[in-house]
């Protein structure tokens, strides 16, 4: 087994680590608000952190490095379209990304006081939860594409 396979291994799966690890946190944060029940809500959004800061975080540091790799070991121009369009693509999930981490613990916050304080959640929590939903359509969109270029590789 030679260096690139190895580097191109550890390339997907850490994407696969990503994107996965996104989609199913934001499926069951999401359902969860859904339920409206405050408990349920506080155990996931506790989750949904962990997830970010023990999956999600490496595999964003890994991607670009592997990646850079991977491209300077295949002789690719970094000019090629297939790459500069990954790289704005990943830039743009990252963007929304970050905001969302921020969304993700202020919410978790919001419901701890609330089980705390035996309260409802305030208004604010919602519109954070909103918020925190809108950035994900892009972000997971923007992965999408990034996968299409990375396997299709248009020139």
Not at 118 to 142: C, D, H, I, M, T
Request: charged share 10%; proline share 5%.
């Amino acid at each position: 087994m030679n260096a690139y396979f190895i580097i191109k291994t550890i390339h997907i799966l850490s994407s696969v680590l990503l994107v996965g690890t996104g989609f199913g946190s934001a499926f069951y944060l999401f359902f969860a608000n859904r339920i409206k029940n405050i408990e349920g809500q506080a155990v996931i959004a506790r989750l949904v952190i962990r997830a970010d800061w023990w999956f999600t975080t490496p595999a964003v540091i890994i991607q670009p490095i592997s990646g850079f790799v991977l491209v300077y070991w295949a002789g690719f121009p970094l000019n090629s379209f297939w790459i500069l369009g990954a790289l704005l693509m990943y830039v743009v999930a990252g963007v929304c990304w970050l905001p969302v981490v921020y969304l993700q613990i202020q919410m978790e916050k919001m419901l701890q006081q609330a089980i705390e304080m035996n309260a409802p959640l305030p208004k604010k929590y919602w519109v954070y939860a909103q918020r925190w939903e809108l950035l994900g359509y892009p972000a997971f969109v923007s992965m999408l594409a990034v996968f299409y270029l990375m396997v299709a590789k248009p020139m």
